[in-house]
């Protein structure tokens, strides 16, 4: 892998781009992962098809916080308590556990309450 920058991914936080790790055959090969400003990746380095189930897991994963039924650190350990053969971050899935996460999410959110102050352990 190798260390590179774009301003592709610039932001008021980020205003010379986001350092980013690419496959050396980059854009040949499309394994890439993000990371923080000192260069640690933030994930597993990943093709298009996992990324793109990462994104899936992450957009039915976050509905648990971003909702305000759970805080982000309780849908965090929820997931751990509920499938704890997972690795405890999306960034460092392959894509059948991302699809795992989306079927977690989904049959919990089948019995979840309706109210934001009940917790996970609550609706089981």
């Not at 909702?67 to 999306?90: E, N």
Request: aromatic letters at 8%; a positive charge.
């Amino acid at each position: 892998m190798v260390l590179k920058e774009s301003r592709r991914f610039a932001s008021r936080a980020h205003p010379n781009g986001r350092k980013w790790w690419g496959c050396p055959n980059w854009p040949g090969c499309d394994v890439t992962v993000g990371c923080h400003p000192d260069g640690r990746p933030l994930g597993v380095p990943a093709g298009k098809a996992t990324k793109a189930a990462r994104i899936r897991a992450h957009a039915s994963f976050d509905r648990l916080w971003k909702s305000g039924f759970m805080s982000r650190g309780d849908a965090y350990a929820w997931l751990r308590t509920a499938r704890p053969d997972l690795p405890k971050h999306i960034a460092e899935m392959n894509a059948e556990q991302c699809a795992e996460v989306v079927k977690t999410v989904a049959e919990y959110g089948m019995q979840a309450p309706t109210t934001a102050s009940a917790s996970p352990r609550e609706t089981r």
